[in-house]
């Protein structure tokens, strides 16, 4: 299976500094973006936390394959999803201990949405509301599914567009790297087809760019992940940029 990546970020119209952070890992297909929160330049730390210790996971493991593990494996999961998944956990712990050791990172948290692919498959691990989508014969699917307090409302409540779009307490996750000592990683895997683009957001993306202007710039880009990337995070600038925005595409070929 062979892929073509991009990624980029941009620190959106109203913030004063970017708390987004991704990294794309060729050599381990391994790709991730992560959205920090905190104050103080808090959540910087936090999300870049995260990618570091994801890529620092992963290679470690794949040069030494009796490294320890943070936790013991799921066995409904294959072994590259209890990879990511460990990773993950692992970060979640490094930043939860370094916020309760120092007071000047106290409350400092960060979503993550990761993905890894491998033998023909592809495992996606996230916790809170950044996003994967995927881009497959036209037709754009979100693969993820937020931990916010939106999300559970819309469970029990059915509400408009306009409703949603009002709802007072959008922004409020209810799980997030760091806030407790142990962490609940959604972890789903599939077969990728040749063709399939994945994208990973910040919510500063998917808060601001409709699913709709979602496919439509991807379609558009006719395969150019650079232009497809820079063009998200322009109308999501262009539609308010109230957060930081961050997007990583990655395209399946033959």
């Known amino acids: 299976m062979k892929l073509r990546y991009a990624g980029s970020t941009h620190v959106g119209m109203r913030r004063s500094h970017n708390e987004d952070a991704f990294i794309l890992v060729p050599k381990e297909k391994l790709y991730v973006v992560a959205d920090g929160m905190g104050g103080h330049a808090c959540g910087e730390v936090a999300s870049r936390m995260t990618v570091e210790t994801l890529e620092e996971f992963f290679r470690a493991t794949s040069d030494d394959p009796e490294t320890t593990w943070i936790c013991k494996p799921d066995p409904q999961l294959s072994e590259q999803a209890n990879r990511l998944r460990a990773a993950i956990m692992l970060a979640n712990n490094k930043i939860y ?11 400092m948290g960060t979503t993550v949405v990761s993905a890894v692919f491998y033998d023909g498959n592809v495992s996606v691990a996230h916790v809170g509301d950044s996003r994967v989508y995927r881009w497959r014969g036209g037709e754009l699917t979100q693969m993820t599914e ?6 559970d409302y819309k469970k029990i409540a059915s509400l408009t567009a306009e409703e949603e779009r009002n709802f007072q307490h959008k922004n409020i996750i209810v799980r997030a790297l760091g806030m407790k000592a142990d962490v609940v990683v959604d972890v789903l895997s599939e077969t990728p087809q040749i063709g399939d683009i994945y994208l990973l957001c910040s919510d500063g993306l998917s808060g601001e760019v409709t699913d709709q202007e979602i496919a439509s710039i991807i379609s558009d880009s006719r395969g150019d992940l650079e232009l497809a990337c820079a063009q998200l995070i322009e109308t999501a600038c262009n539609n308010g940029g109230k957060d930081n925005v961050t997007a990583v595409i990655v395209m399946v070929t033959e």
């Open 97 to 107: 201990e370094r916020a309760q050791r120092d007071p000047a990172h106290r409350g």
């Open 146 to 151: 937020d931990h916010s307090l939106l999300n």
